[in-house]
């Protein structure tokens, strides 16, 4: 059983830097795709970084190119998400998910991802 959970979550001034930890247990397909979305109230999931087990390969969206890093951790199993000059705008739920099966490219729509966490908040202020 797979089982992902977050951390690292706080509030923060505007500028400043977080890094989130997603920690996976369990057997996780060495080819999985892992991305970090985000959620504001009940507004629906936004992919915002994605990570390729099999490649390496990595991709964000537009509005956190250049800010966020997600990494990989082989030794520890875990997933990071590095969040540099955080603004307002970044306020939320950030969650970890990681897909079960054979994937040869990776997307941010949630329909793909099997496994969840229950999320980390994240919260910046100006």
């Known amino acids: 059983q797979v089982q992902l959970v977050e951390s690292g979550g706080d509030s923060v001034q505007a500028g400043e830097s977080l890094r989130l930890s997603c920690d996976i247990s369990?057997?996780?397909?060495?080819?999985?795709?892992v991305a970090w979305f985000r959620q504001i109230s009940d507004e629906e999931r936004e992919g915002v970084a994605d990570?390729?087990?099999?490649?390496?390969?990595?991709s964000y969206i537009g509005s956190v190119k250049g800010r966020f890093t997600i990494t990989r951790d082989n030794a520890k199993n875990s997933v990071y998400l590095q969040m540099d000059d955080l603004k307002p705008e970044d306020t939320a739920v950030y969650y970890c998910?990681?897909?079960?099966?054979?994937?040869?490219?990776?997307?941010?729509?949630?329909?793909?991802?099997?496994?969840w966490g229950r999320g980390t908040q994240v919260s910046v202020s100006s």
């Open positions: 369990g057997a996780i397909d060495s080819s999985a795709c």
């Open positions: 998910a990681a897909t079960k099966g054979i994937f040869y490219g990776c997307a941010k729509v949630p329909s793909i991802y099997k496994y």
């Open positions: 990570l390729s087990f099999r490649t390496g390969n990595t």
